[in-house]
């Protein structure tokens, strides 16, 4: 899968995250990377592929050096080629918290304390971090106390406040967030340029494709690698042939939608529920956040044109829709289809008997 197969191995090569990578190159130069960080933000942000370039590169004995000093792990490297196919040298280990039991944390204390004994650096990378027992978050502090000089902790998850204070309190937090789709669709385009440039695939699939792709991708770069190479083994290269076998929307087809809910048009939900229940919820929100702040501020975000938001914020019933969807916060199916049908009921209950 894409998603493996390419992951990213320099800075450079990351979508998004763009403050947190400009910090990791400049400390790069000197090589002065914090001993304990944790990396906190959704699924397919990136989290996971910087702390294994960070890995490498802490155990590099050449790396790639820029011409403004900044460094790169090199992939021909051994401990590069360890860390990209995931075989782990002595000093290198990346864990899953899912699966670590109390021995396991136990051993693992037992290694920190312990100076490293093949690479320069002793790096230990713990994943899905927020899996760890009460006790494990525990264990955890006692590492970061006992730590030594040449050991480096990184810290993957996705929800930082299952952490105590006194643990974030002695780490340094990454904060990872969700790229724009028009972060991601640079990216899927750069990515095609340089990765597959042999591919014949249309101009239409490279224009309205990998922006449709984008814009399922819910913020996540994995999950449009996954739709990418689904696509090009497929050979589905236009927008029809990726609505039809994966079920994608684009932008347009997707107000389209929202513009009858707007319209309170019962007649979208045979194509909501075709769509995708929870895959609507999140666009369509995105869609009708994007509307209320251009209906307030007169500002346009994530890329979308001034007709597209225009058509929106005429609407009265815009503020009401809104106004429930941050009710709702996170998707519920129950609860998303009551709260369609009140908001379809509304014009009718205003209605004289």
């Known amino acids: 899968m894409f998603n493996l197969d390419y992951r990213p191995f320099s800075f450079d090569e990351m979508a998004g995250q763009r403050g947190i990578i400009e910090e990791m190159k400049k400390r790069s130069i000197t090589m002065d990377f914090p001993k304990v960080m944790i990396f906190a933000g959704p699924s397919g942000t990136g989290k996971t592929t910087l702390s294994r370039i960070i890995t490498a ?9 820029h011409e403004d000093g900044t460094k790169d792990p090199n992939p021909e490297s051994a401990i590069s080629k360890a860390v990209m196919q995931e ?18 944390l136990i051993k693992l204390k037992q290694t920190i304390s312990m100076a490293p004994m093949y690479e320069k650096n002793r790096v230990v990378v713990i994943d899905e971090a927020q899996e760890l027992s009460k006790a494990g978050k525990g264990a ?4 970061l106390e006992k730590k030594r000089s040449n050991c480096y902790i990184i810290l993957c998850t996705m929800d930082l406040d299952s952490f105590p204070p006194a643990v974030k309190d002695r780490c340094q ?6 790229p724009t789709p028009d972060t991601i669709f640079q990216f899927l385009f750069d990515f095609m340029n340089t990765k597959f440039p042999e591919v014949e695939a249309t101009e239409e699939f490279f224009v309205k494709g990998l922006s449709m792709i984008a814009n399922n991708s819910y913020g996540s770069v994995r999950r449009a690698l996954q739709l990418l190479d689904r696509c090009l083994t497929a050979e589905l290269f236009t927008v029809e042939s990726m609505q039809l076998e994966l079920y994608l929307y684009s932008e347009e087809r997707i107000s389209e939608l929202v513009l009858k809910v707007l319209k309170r048009d019962a007649t979208c939900v045979q194509d909501i529920m075709k769509y995708g229940i929870s895959d609507f919820f999140y666009h369509s929100k995105r869609i009708l956040m994007d509307a209320f702040v251009y209906k307030g501020l007169k500002v346009v ?10 058509s929106l914020v005429k609407y009265q019933s815009l503020d009401s829709l809104v ?4 009710e709702m916060d996170v998707f519920n199916e129950e609860v998303f289809w009551y709260t369609l049908t009140k908001f379809f009921m509304e014009r009718v209950e205003r209605l004289p008997v």
Request: aromatic share 8%; proline share 4%; charged share 25%.
């Open 140 to 143: 955890t502090l006692d590492m």
């Open 87 to 104: 075989r782990f040298l002595g000093d290198v280990s990346i864990h899953d918290a899912s699966s670590m039991d109390k021995d396991a």
């Open 323 to 326: 106004q429930k969807y941050v």
């Open 301 to 310: 975000k994530s890329g979308k044109t001034d007709a597209l938001v225009s």
């Open 173 to 178: 937090i990454y904060n990872f967030r969700n």
């Open 57 to 65: 590169l802490l155990n590099d004995p050449n790396p790639i050096v």
